[in-house]
């Protein structure tokens, strides 16, 4: 099984910067696609921003040109560098990794999500 730790949120005002890390451990063959959700209060969780294995990158129109995510594969790690934040980034932002167990099987999973607050 996979189990993933989020870190780096917290408050921070408008026009700030954080980053976060989401860091993989457990037993599997291999990490494929990776991302960063974020829920805010009373809406649905949606994709902030993801990369493949191969470094291919995708991005939510509302965060193009702010938030840069990277992942390092030796590490199984993935960070996600949030520049210029704005109060309407304020959510919990979750991590989720597409994995191949060890019987070959290919599973998703989330880690528990760390808070963001952007104040204004």
């Known amino acids: 099984q996979v189990q993933l730790q989020e870190s780096g949120g917290g408050l921070v005002q408008a026009g700030g910067s954080l980053r976060l890390s989401c860091a993989a451990s457990g037993s599997f063959l291999t990490m494929g696609t990776m991302g960063w959700y974020r829920q805010a209060p009373g809406k649905q969780r949606d994709l902030v921003a993801s990369?493949?294995?191969?470094?291919?990158?995708n991005y939510a129109d509302s965060v193009k040109g702010r938030f840069t995510i990277s992942r390092e594969n030796a590490k199984n790690t993935m960070y996600l560098q949030m520049n210029s934040l704005k109060p309407e980034d304020t959510a919990v932002y979750y991590c989720?990794?597409?994995?191949?167990?060890?019987?070959?099987?290919?599973?998703?999973?989330w880690g528990k999500g760390t808070l963001v607050t952007v104040s204004s």
């Open positions: 989720n990794a597409d994995f191949v167990d060890l019987r070959g099987g290919v599973n998703s999973q």
């Open positions: 990369v493949t294995r191969g470094d291919r990158t």
